[in-house]
């Protein structure tokens, strides 16, 4: 084997690796913000009530709160 190759093959073989982990932290996020985002969403719904005199309807599920007239 040539220098080139062996080269060639450990920034391949970077490439890979770097390429797993950038993937492994978009799932973990994803599935993070997958989770918590209809708490969050609730939050800034209860927020956005208060802030327009209207009050907070909790929704069947979680994200699914909306503000109604008082």
């Given at each position: 084997?040539?220098?080139?190759?062996?080269?060639?093959?450990?920034?391949?073989?970077?490439?890979?690796?770097?390429?797993?982990?950038?993937a492994?932290?978009?799932?973990?996020?994803?599935?993070?913000?997958?989770?918590?985002?209809?708490?969050?969403?609730?939050?800034?719904?209860?927020?956005?009530?208060?802030?327009?005199?209207?009050?907070?309807?909790?929704g069947?599920?979680?994200?699914?709160?909306?503000?109604?007239?008082?």
């Open positions: 084997m040539s220098i080139n190759s062996i080269l060639t093959s450990l920034k391949s073989k970077v490439t890979l690796e770097y390429i797993i982990i950038v492994a932290i978009f799932i973990a996020v994803m599935t993070v913000s997958k989770t918590l985002g209809g708490y969050i969403q609730d939050t800034v719904t209860k927020s956005s009530c208060l802030l327009v005199d209207k009050v907070y309807v909790s069947s599920r979680i994200g699914e709160g909306y503000c109604s007239s008082k």
